[in-house]
């Protein structure tokens, strides 16, 4: 099988199936040696660095790993949360379909649309790349309530044990999308922080350009956008009362 520039076995010729980088592009510039950013904190506080994740192994870059997501704050509490996870998938009852139009359950939320202006700057900065993609034709918009205090962004794989809570694996998949992409973290004040652990294509938010900086938690609020992928546009909405 072929294997993209960062290193992984896709089954894709086009995309990368495991980290959604272009199987021809260059691959992504590595984070900065450990000497030259702050030590990421490990379960006591104390900084991390040659922890391996115990669930595959690949040697600690901040606090998720950047295979299946592991987060070594919360080792146990994550696992426990994968284990009910997988339960759920296993054994998920059939919910009716809402009416349209009818009332949305209240709690603070995310609404995921194809977003063509961030698809057309995605295209002016892919260069020839860009005639690989194409904006899809249709793609309703999801709303995906935030419950927990951790909320996963990206492409599921049940191989690598990655069930994210919102999940941008259903067609028209993304491409650009990495399996564990960006994670929202619930804070005790009740805001909410945005990380990138490593994702390839990296995570922008309100139309810039600029990716946030790896596994370097970002305050966000209400009406942020968050941007991954080639096209999808995941917008907060935190102000709409308790879960």
Not at 44 to 49: C, F, I, R, T
Not at 113 to 132: C, L
Not at 158 to 163: G, K, V
Not at 204 to 231: F, Q, S, Y
């Amino acid at each position: 099988m072929p294997v993209c520039p960062n290193g992984h076995t896709s089954r894709s010729a086009d995309y990368c199936d495991v980290c959604g980088g272009a199987m021809t592009g260059p691959p992504r510039a590595a984070a900065p040696p450990a000497a030259d950013r702050d030590p990421a904190p490990g379960p006591g506080g104390d900084p991390g660095g040659d922890d391996a994740c115990p669930q595959c192994g690949t040697p600690r870059s901040g606090r998720f790993c950047e295979v299946d997501g592991y987060d070594f704050e919360t080792g146990a509490a994550h696992t426990a949360r994968l284990a009910a996870a997988r339960a759920a998938t296993r054994q998920r009852p059939f919910v009716p379909p809402r009416r349209r139009g009818g009332p949305h359950p209240p709690g603070p939320a995310a609404l995921i649309v194809a977003d063509r202006a961030y698809f057309d700057t995605v295209m002016a900065q892919m260069g020839p790349d860009a005639a690989r993609l194409t904006f899809p034709p249709y793609c309703p918009e999801r709303r995906v309530p935030l419950i927990g205090d951790q909320i996963r962004i990206g492409r599921r794989s049940t191989s690598r044990a990655i069930l994210p809570e919102i999940d941008l694996s259903a067609p028209p998949e993304d491409p650009g999308v990495s399996h564990l992409h960006a994670v929202l973290l619930a804070q005790p004040d009740g805001g909410w922080h945005l990380v990138d652990p490593g994702s390839t294509n990296g995570t922008t938010l309100n139309g810039g350009t600029e990716p946030i900086e790896v596994n370097r938690p970002v305050p966000v609020t209400d009406g942020d956008r968050v941007h991954v992928g080639a096209w999808t546009t995941i917008t907060l909405l935190l102000q709409e009362g308790p879960p």
